[in-house]
């Protein structure tokens, strides 16, 4: 969903409101609830005070001080939630970006759950916060590339989400720039790419194995077993409650010892033995069987353990 190259420091603690001047009155609120009603973007457990920036710098864009105001102009103005929520989400990504992470799935992580599933077991991978899609068609390549094709035709299911249904629809379309395809190694661009039209359309025998959806990590009910979940410089612009609770349902998503890859960005803080590090720099994790009883179910919305 987002890049962890943020001026804003979303990784800092969340700051006290009364210090910082973080919004608090009512029509801050007023403007969540709206955009939570109008579209469905539940925003209260991001860190108010990133949010309020990035708001605010869409705001000044337009001329607009006021939080009242601005909610004024959205009603008028309905095509200004796409811009705002590019502003609010940063949905930055590319294939294969940040290597190393990808050489840990490729050497560590994708032999692991291959030598697991028997042929004909079903293998499946979820990308949360998928942005535009690279990052899932990235997995597919990696995952046909250990299995060869008939195993990946036969086995793999990939699930790529992101609340920004704009970004789901470039996903859906797969069709990149030479500029977007620039971290793709060339024998994979030549076996999963075609040329059309100035640009690099994902083959659909790739492509059909790949499934975008709208998802939102806080209120909606995780994907259930999975074997590999990506989830990379997302979770950083939530609060700390916020991350532990979307961490509950990334645990219930997995399957025993299935692999967990966050963004450099984010760390597994207060999780107990619910995942082992598998390589902690590239912070690579895996669900262990003996996780902390708590940690068992999700807590589903609305409901505090």
């Not at 299911?157 to 030479?178: G, H, K, S, W």
Request: proline share 6%.
């Amino acid at each position: 969903m987002a890049d962890e190259l943020d001026r804003d420091d979303p990784t800092a603690p969340e700051a006290d409101p009364t210090t910082t001047g973080a919004p608090d009155d009512a029509a801050w609120a007023a403007l969540l609830r709206y955009l939570e009603t109008a579209r469905g973007f539940d925003f209260h457990g991001y860190k108010a005070n990133t949010l309020a920036r990035r708001i605010r710098k869409r705001m000044a864009v337009i001329g607009i001080e006021r939080f009242s105001a601005y909610q004024d102009y959205l009603e008028v103005h309905p095509e200004e939630f796409g811009t705002l929520f590019n502003t609010i989400l940063i949905n930055v990504t590319s294939f294969f970006r940040d290597p190393p992470a990808w050489e840990a799935l490729r050497t560590v992580a994708i032999p692991a759950i291959a030598a697991a599933r028997a042929a004909g077991q079903p293998i499946r991978a979820w990308s949360a916060g998928c942005a535009s899609g690279e990052e899932a068609y990235s997995i597919a390549m990696l995952l046909a590339e250990q299995l060869g094709p008939d195993r990946f035709r036969d086995q793999v299911r990939i699930y790529a989400t992101d609340v920004d249904e704009e970004a789901l629809d470039t996903a859906r379309r797969a069709a990149y720039t030479p500029a977007q395809i620039a971290g793709v190694p060339a024998d994979l661009l030549e076996r999963y790419f075609e040329r059309r039209d100035g640009r690099y359309v994902v083959r659909p025998d790739l492509r059909r194995h790949v499934s975008f959806g709208r998802h939102d990590l806080m209120s909606d009910a995780p994907i259930a077993r999975i074997d590999l979940l990506l989830c990379r410089n997302t979770l950083m612009y939530f609060t700390a409650r916020t991350q532990a609770r979307i961490l509950v349902r990334f645990r219930f998503a997995l399957t025993d010892g299935g692999f967990l890859l966050l963004g450099r960005a984010e760390t597994m803080t207060a999780q107990g033995n619910a995942f082992a590090p598998v390589d902690v720099k590239r912070r690579l994790s895996r669900k262990t069987s003996v996780g902390d009883q708590r940690l068992r179910r999700p807590i589903l919305p609305g409901v505090d353990d």
